[in-house]
C-alpha cells in the first residue's frame, strides 16, 4: 500500500507564503512522476504543478515564476512553496504520486488567501 499525506495548508493574506509538503510511504520503490492539484470552490481541480523523479518540473501558467516545486528522493517528500499568493490560489490543494501505471492521491489541504 501507499499512503500520500499532505501538510502545511492555512490561512494567508494576498502577497503572503505558503509551503506545503507531501510525505509518500509504503511502496515508494517505483515512484516517478508527484504533482499537486487544486480544486478552488465551484471549480473543477486542476493541475498546478509537477516534478518527475529525475527533477524536470512543469507548471500552470497561473502559478509560473509564483510556485516552486521540489523534490527529495530520499525522503520521498515534496514541497510546493507558494509565494505572491492571490485569493484565487485558494482550494484543497492535493497531491498525486504516480508508480508504475497507479495514482495515489492524499486527502488534501486547505490554503485559505484572504484579500
Known amino acids: 500500500q501507499v499512503q500520500v499525506v499532505e501538510s502545511g495548508g492555512g490561512l494567508v493574506q494576498a502577497g503572503g507564503s505558503l509551503t506545503l509538503s507531501c510525505a509518500v510511504s509504503?511502496?515508494?520503490?517505483?515512484?516517478?512522476?508527484i504533482s499537486w492539484s487544486r480544486q478552488g470552490p465551484g471549480k473543477q481541480r486542476e493541475l498546478v504543478a509537477s516534478?518527475?523523479?529525475?527533477?524536470?518540473?512543469d507548471y500552470a501558467d497561473s502559478v509560473k515564476g509564483r510556485f516552486t516545486i521540489s523534490r527529495d528522493n530520499a525522503n520521498n517528500t515534496v514541497s510546493l512553496r507558494m509565494n505572491s499568493l492571490l485569493p484565487e490560489d485558494t482550494g484543497v490543494y492535493y497531491c498525486?504520486?504516480?508508480?508504475?501505471?497507479?495514482?495515489?492521491w492524499g486527502q488534501g489541504t486547505q490554503v485559505t488567501v484572504s484579500s
Open positions: 516534478i518527475s523523479r529525475g527533477g524536470s518540473t
Open positions: 509504503g511502496r515508494t520503490s517505483s515512484i516517478n512522476v
Open positions: 498525486r504520486v504516480r508508480i508504475l501505471m497507479s495514482d495515489y
